[in-house]
C-alpha cells in the first residue's frame, strides 16, 4: 500500500549554476537509474582461538578508492540537440527527483526525494533503430564545491530522503 510509484515522481533539471528548480524545469524521462557502487578492500588473514586450527578470514573491508556514483535517464522520443550541446560544452547540471504518496494526516503526504547538485554528461547516445528514436543520457554524480541554488547545505554527489510515519531515528 506504500509503494512509490514512478507516475507519482516529479523530475527536474537545470544548470548548475541556474537558479533553483521550479516547475519550467520539469523534464518527463521515460526510465531513470541511479547507481552507486562502492570500492572495498579487505586484507585476507589467518587467526588461531585457543585449540582450534587457523581459519582464514577477510577483515573488515574498507574504502579501496572513490565510489562510482551514476545516473542514467531514458527520453521516449529524441527532440533536440540541446543535450548533446551541453555535452560538448562540459554544462554541469543539479536534479531533484520528488515522488510524492498518499497523505499521511493532515496535508502531510508520504514522501521520497533525491537530489545531485552536480551532474556532469557522461554519454549522450540517441538510439538509431526503427520506429521513434529514444535518448538516454548518462550523467557522473560529483561533489559540489558550493551548494548550488536550491539545494541549501547539499555538496555530497547526492541527498536521499524520505517523510513517513516512522517516528524513531533508523539509525538508532
Not at 528548480?21 to 541511479?34: C, G, M, N, Q, R
Not at 533536440?80 to 494526516?105: C, N, P, V, Y
Request: charged share 20%.
Amino acid at each position: 500500500g506504500n509503494r512509490v510509484r514512478f507516475a507519482q515522481g516529479v523530475f527536474r533539471l537545470n544548470t548548475q549554476q541556474g537558479l533553483a528548480l521550479s516547475t519550467v524545469d520539469k523534464i518527463v524521462p521515460s526510465a531513470f537509474e541511479f547507481t552507486f557502487k562502492r570500492k572495498l578492500k579487505g586484507v585476507f588473514g589467518a587467526y588461531t582461538t585457543g585449540t582450534i586450527a587457523p581459519r582464514g578470514v577477510v577483515d573488515e573491508p574498507t574504502n579501496d578508492d572513490m565510489p562510482e556514483i551514476s545516473l542514467k535517464l531514458t527520453f521516449p522520443r529524441h527532440t533536440s540537440a540541446t543535450m548533446l550541446t551541453a555535452w560538448g560544452d562540459d554544462i554541469r547540471f543539479k536534479m531533484d527527483a520528488t515522488f510524492t504518496g498518499q497523505i499521511i494526516e493532515g496535508a502531510i503526504p508520504y514522501l521520497f526525494m533525491m537530489q545531485w547538485p552536480h551532474l556532469q554528461i557522461k554519454n549522450v547516445d540517441a538510439i538509431d533503430a526503427k520506429g521513434i528514436i529514444q535518448e538516454p543520457l548518462e550523467f557522473i554524480c560529483h561533489a559540489a564545491t558550493v551548494a548550488p541554488a536550491g539545494m541549501t547545505g547539499i555538496t555530497e554527489p547526492f541527498r536521499l530522503s524520505g517523510t513517513n510515519k516512522y517516528a524513531a531515528d533508523p539509525l538508532a
